[in-house]
């Protein structure tokens, strides 16, 4: 087998393989970026107004509460199914990619909204009537008091759902995107061998969530010290 | 006339009464200790006057001004006027002694963050932590960052101070360090609240003192009232269980 990927190595790296997998590894590169930056805005937003106790959000927060709850549990792939099919339904003509994109950005909200809810929650109620009885608003409290402190409960979880989510967004390939899954694929299918085309696969995912892990890293170092006494 | 007022105060925990009918006033400069078993509403009546729980009926006037607790901008300009100090201190874990003090000041009055941290200094000087001001709170001893609370609310420059329970956390050895404190206040002539169980000082500091059972004020006088010729059998019983030991 050896002998064999040495064989085919120059020829599955030739310049439109290499290409190939560049652009598959850009659609992956761009749709975990999208979950995870447009997935963790929306999910602070979402999180910190299902917080509120504004009785005119109630409604709002309602369709939130079943927003994160059904998503959460309803499997990736049959998110796509049923983003592609309402794209049809409403007759909006959109890319594969752009339905995935919005796929993803479905999931990541929806999951992160309950990290960062389950972070704002660990810091303690009395951090909030300190606060409010020193006149500090929802949104200054939120800023300067309760985010800095819940970004240690809120990093680990939330890194660890991104790189989990870079692996899921494979599952794009189910309705045509080209991203790496798909292309692994279809150059095993052109005839390389299997272990040096998901090998590739493999590092280039590596190359993707290895540096993101570093980052939550240093996020949480930046973020959240631990102190010693 | 009386600085504040309350009359008929009610208040409750969901379908729980813990205030029933407070009335009383308090002049400016008076220091107003609150006594009484535990769960008799004297920590809920300083969330009350500070609108961490509005009341659920009743008047309280501020210099003569009814408040409306359901309303944001009286709560804030309540709570402009009136800080409160926390039995667990409640400092914000995230910032250094020093931040603390000014955070408020400087956020929420919008002071320059110069003049705020000069007065902070000052503060915390008083209370004998000058030399704390880079440490977080999970560094200090309970005693150090009470004293950090009271000075974070003394920041604000408020007219009033609610101390609900200052010292009930604190190791006996530190109590001492925080009554010191308070003292000092007292001397500045500031409107004090007090909720205690420390009753020598109590007897030692207050003008006023209220005892409170079961959501009602049931009595109140000079310390030497309550304290020698309680005259509600349930003062005595309260004042003859605790003066035993």
Same mark, same amino acid.
């Given at each position: 087998?050896?002998?064999?990927?040495?064989?085919?190595?120059?020829?599955?790296?030739?310049?439109?393989?290499?290409?190939?997998?560049?652009?598959?590894?850009?659609?992956?590169?761009?749709?975990?970026?999208?979950?995870?930056?447009?997935?963790?805005?929306?999910?602070?937003?979402?999180?910190?107004?299902?917080?509120?106790?504004?009785?005119?959000?109630?409604?709002?927060?309602?369709?939130?509460?079943?927003?994160?709850?059904?998503?959460?549990?309803?499997?990736?792939?049959?998110?796509?199914?049923?983003?592609?099919?309402?794209?049809? &339904?409403?007759?909006? =003509?959109?890319?594969?990619?752009?339905?995935?994109?919005?796929?993803?950005?479905?999931?990541?909200?929806?999951?992160?909204?309950?990290?960062?809810?389950?972070?704002?929650?660990?810091?303690?109620?009395?951090?909030? =009537?300190?606060?409010?009885?020193?006149?500090?608003?929802?949104?200054?409290?939120?800023?300067?008091?309760?985010?800095?402190?819940?970004?240690?409960?809120?990093?680990?979880? &939330?890194?660890?759902?991104?790189?989990?989510?870079?692996?899921?967004?494979?599952?794009?390939?189910?309705?045509?995107?080209?991203?790496?899954?798909?292309?692994?694929?279809?150059?095993?299918?052109?005839?390389?061998? &299997?272990?040096?085309?998901?090998?590739?696969?493999?590092?280039?995912?590596?190359?993707?969530?290895?540096?993101?892990?570093?980052?939550?890293?240093?996020?949480?170092?930046?973020?959240?010290?631990?102190?010693?006494? | 006339? %009386?600085?504040?007022?309350?009359? $008929?105060? *009610?208040?409750?925990?969901?379908?729980?009464?813990?205030?029933?009918?407070?009335?009383?006033? #308090?002049?400016?400069?008076?220091?107003?200790?609150?006594?009484?078993?535990?769960?008799?509403?004297?920590?809920?009546?300083?969330?009350?006057?500070? +609108?961490?729980?509005?009341?659920? /009926?009743?008047?309280?006037?501020?210099?003569?001004?009814?408040?409306?607790?359901?309303?944001?901008?009286?709560?804030?300009?309540?709570?402009?006027?009136?800080?409160?100090?926390?039995?667990?201190?409640?400092?914000?874990?995230?910032?250094?002694?020093?931040?603390?003090?000014?955070?408020?000041?400087?956020? #929420?009055? +919008?002071? %320059?963050?110069?003049?705020?941290?000069?007065?902070?200094?000052?503060?915390? $000087?008083?209370?004998?932590?000058?030399?704390?001001?880079?440490?977080? %709170?999970?560094?200090?001893?309970? +005693?150090?960052?009470?004293?950090? /609370?009271? /000075?974070?609310?003394?920041?604000?420059?408020?007219?009033?101070?609610?101390?609900?329970?200052?010292?009930?956390?604190? $190791?006996?050895?530190?109590?001492?360090?925080?009554?010191?404190?308070?003292?000092?206040?007292?001397? $500045?002539?500031?409107?004090?609240?007090?909720?205690?169980?420390?009753?020598?000082? #109590?007897?030692?500091?207050?003008?006023?003192?209220?005892?409170?059972?079961?959501?009602?004020?049931?009595?109140? +006088?000079?310390? /030497?009232?309550?304290?020698?010729?309680?005259?509600?059998?349930?003062? *005595?019983?309260?004042?003859?269980?605790?003066?035993?030991?």
């Amino acid at each position: 087998m050896l002998q064999q990927i040495i064989d085919q190595a120059p020829k599955f790296f030739g310049y439109y393989n290499v290409l190939f997998l560049l652009q598959a590894f850009a659609a992956t590169f761009l749709l975990s970026l999208a979950g995870c930056v447009l997935g963790f805005a929306l999910g602070f937003v979402l999180a910190v107004t299902r917080r509120t106790a504004d009785w005119r959000l109630a409604p709002l927060r309602v369709v939130m509460i079943v927003f994160t709850e059904a998503f959460r549990r309803i499997p990736f792939l049959v998110t796509l199914m049923l983003v592609f099919f309402a794209f049809q &339904a409403l007759k909006l =003509d959109v890319s594969m990619f752009a339905v995935a994109l919005f796929s993803v950005c479905l999931i990541a909200t929806a999951f992160i909204t309950e990290i960062v809810r389950a972070g704002l929650d660990s810091v303690h109620r009395n951090q909030w =009537d300190a606060a409010a009885a020193m006149n500090f608003g929802y949104l200054e409290t939120l800023r300067y008091i309760v985010v800095p402190q819940a970004w240690k409960v809120m990093l680990p979880p &939330a890194f660890s759902f991104f790189v989990l989510f870079i692996k899921d967004t494979a599952l794009a390939s189910q309705i045509g995107v080209v991203e790496l899954t798909f292309a692994g694929k279809v150059l095993a299918n052109k005839g390389f061998p &299997a272990a040096l085309t998901f090998g590739t696969v493999l590092v280039l995912y590596f190359v993707l969530s290895w540096p993101l892990a570093r980052f939550g890293r240093w996020m949480g170092v930046k973020l959240a010290p631990t102190r010693t006494r | 006339m %009386p600085q504040l007022e309350l009359v $008929d105060i *009610r208040a409750n925990y969901g379908d729980l009464a813990v205030l029933e009918r407070v009335t009383f006033s #308090v002049e400016k400069g008076e220091i107003i200790s609150l006594i009484g078993p535990s769960g008799s509403g004297k920590s809920t009546l300083l969330r009350v006057l500070v +609108g961490l729980l509005p009341p659920a /009926a009743g008047t309280v006037r501020l210099d003569g001004q009814a408040v409306d607790y359901h309303s944001k901008a009286a709560v804030r300009l309540v709570r402009s006027r009136m800080a409160i100090v926390f039995q667990q201190y409640n400092l914000f874990q995230n910032m250094s002694v020093l931040a603390n003090v000014t955070i408020a000041p400087v956020r #929420v009055k +919008g002071q %320059p963050a110069a003049e705020a941290e000069a007065y902070a200094r000052k503060l915390l $000087d008083r209370v004998g932590l000058g030399h704390k001001l880079d440490a977080y %709170p999970d560094q200090l001893s309970g +005693g150090q960052q009470q004293r950090v /609370a009271i /000075a974070r609310a003394l920041a604000l420059r408020p007219e009033i101070v609610l101390l609900d329970e200052v010292t009930s956390a604190l $190791d006996p050895e530190l109590v001492n360090e925080v009554l010191d404190v308070i003292r000092l206040l007292a001397a $500045d002539g500031m409107t004090i609240f007090f909720v205690s169980h420390e009753m020598a000082f #109590v007897r030692e500091v207050s003008s006023k003192v209220f005892f409170m059972d079961k959501g009602h004020v049931v009595e109140s +006088g000079t310390p /030497a009232q309550i304290f020698d010729a309680p005259r509600q059998p349930r003062t *005595r019983e309260f004042v003859s269980k605790i003066l035993r030991h």
